[in-house]
Each structure stands twice: as structure tokens, then as C-alpha cells.
T-cell receptor, first 113, second 110 residues
Framework: KAGVTQTPRYLIKTRGQQVTLSCSPI?????VSWYQQTPGQGLQFLFE???????NKGNFPGRFSGRQFSNSRSEMNVSTLELGDSALYLC????????????FGSGTQLSVL | AQRVTQPEKLLSVFKGAPVELKCNYS??????LFWYVQYSRQRLQLLLR??SRESIKGFTADLNKGETSFHLKKPFAQEEDSAMYYC????????????FGAGTRLAVHP
């Protein structure tokens, strides 16, 4: 099976712009979670989607949003980018019922200039 | 607030030496604890879960609710164990929301 695929691998944006990141989960996985990784804050949970519904959300401002499509693919969007949004954004998928065994993608490295 | 603490940023040992990566958590409910590992140029991946009580690649971890700890241990370190190790906590009803520790880099020297 193909692993979790995240696109693009790298992104460079300027302050005030918006960005959309994409995640394709492992086939058959219906849960997709997003995490932000920075040197200062480490790995922080953004949100989780299951069957097109957000079922959990972390402590991030409303500029961070996401959605999930009927094929379980997910996108996250960050509007009005700030310098502090520079980070590695990781997506993880899970087969429901496997007690939080997450399969991570390679991430999208976002740089905000 | 729920928190996971990994007190060591770097743990450096020689091959064949015992390893203990420390993890403490703060949570008043019923926790689920995990260890995730990231080898060089690889993705973050699950190493083990407390709920399954298994040994993976020689590593074990026991949940100690009294000390709120979930330390990762291996009796004899191998060079291929060099990696970044993250302890993670899942809350009751939290689905796939994990609270990660800051991580410990394990360096095993020949």
C-alpha cells in the first residue's frame, strides 16, 4: 500500500498570503489528522477529520482550517499567513479502531517570508 | 493542563549499553501512552503502545500510573537505534489527538 502522501513538499509564501496543503491518506483510512511541528513548540495537534467531519480541534486560531473529502483526502488552509506559521505540517492517517496508530506523511515545509 | 515531558533532549550511549528514555505525563483521566520514533530521513512512525504491552526492536515501556511515567527501555543499545524518540499521550475520548513530548535524540556510538 502507498503511504500517506502530502503535497507540496515545500512552500514559500509571504506574510498575508494564504496557503492550502493537501494530504492523501492510506487507502481505506478514514481518519486524517494534522500536526504542526516547529523547533520551539514541537509537535502540536491542529485538527482531525473523520468521514468528512471535524471531530477534534487543537488550540490554533481560526486562520487554520481544514476539510475532508468523500474519498478521505484532506486539505488544510492557512489564511493571512504570519511569520510564526513557518513550520513543518504533518498529516497522519489512521484506520478507525486501531487505537491511535497513526501513519505519518513526510510533511509540507512551509516558509513564510 | 495535559502535558508530556521528556526531560532529556539528547541521550548519548555506547553500543551495548542499556538505554532508558524518560517520559512523564500530566493527565488526571485514563491515559493512553505511545512512543513514536523518527529515524534519519524517515517518517515519524509508531514504535509501541502501552495498551499492547509488546516489545518492538527490543524496546519495552511500562505505564506507571503512580509515577505518571512511561519510560522507554532497551537492555542493549544498537547503532541502528539512533533516532528521535517522541512520547505521546492520548486523552479519553480524544480520538487521534495526541499530545507529544519535545522528543529525545538517542545517539548510539560504536
Amino acid at each position: 500500500k502507498a503511504g500517506v502522501t502530502q503535497t507540496p513538499r515545500y512552500l514559500i509564501k509571504t506574510r498575508g498570503q494564504q496557503v492550502t496543503l493537501s494530504c492523501s491518506p492510506i487507502s481505506g483510512h478514514r481518519s486524517v489528522s494534522w500536526y504542526q511541528q516547529t523547533p520551539g513548540q514541537g509537535l502540536q495537534f491542529l485538527f482531525e477529520y473523520f468521514s468528512e467531519t471535524q471531530r477534534n480541534k487543537g488550540n490554533f486560531p481560526g486562520r487554520f482550517s481544514g476539510r475532508q473529502f468523500s474519498n478521505s483526502r484532506s486539505e488544510m488552509n492557512v489564511s493571512t499567513l504570519e511569520l510564526g506559521d513557518s513550520a513543518l505540517y504533518l498529516c497522519a492517517s489512521s484506520l478507525e479502531g486501531t487505537e491511535r496508530k497513526l501513519f505519518f506523511g513526510s510533511g509540507t515545509q512551509l516558509s513564510v517570508l | 493542563a495535559q502535558r508530556v515531558t521528556q526531560p532529556e533532549k539528547l541521550l548519548s550511549v555506547f553500543k551495548g549499553a542499556p538505554v532508558e528514555l524518560k517520559c512523564n505525563y500530566s493527565y488526571s483521566g485514563s491515559p493512553e501512552l505511545f512512543w513514536y520514533v523518527q529515524y534519519s530521513r524517515q517518517r515519524l512512525q509508531l514504535l509501541l503502545r502501552h495498551i499492547s504491552r509488546e516489545s518492538i526492536k527490543g524496546f519495552t515501556a511500562d505505564l506507571n500510573k503512580g509515577e505518571t511515567s512511561f519510560h522507554l527501555k532497551k537492555p542493549f543499545a544498537q547503532e541502528e537505534d539512533s533516532a528521535m524518540y517522541y512520547c505521546a499521550l492520548s486523552l479519553s475520548g480524544g480520538y487521534n489527538k495526541l499530545i507529544f513530548g519535545a522528543g529525545t535524540r538517542l545517539a548510539v556510538h560504536p
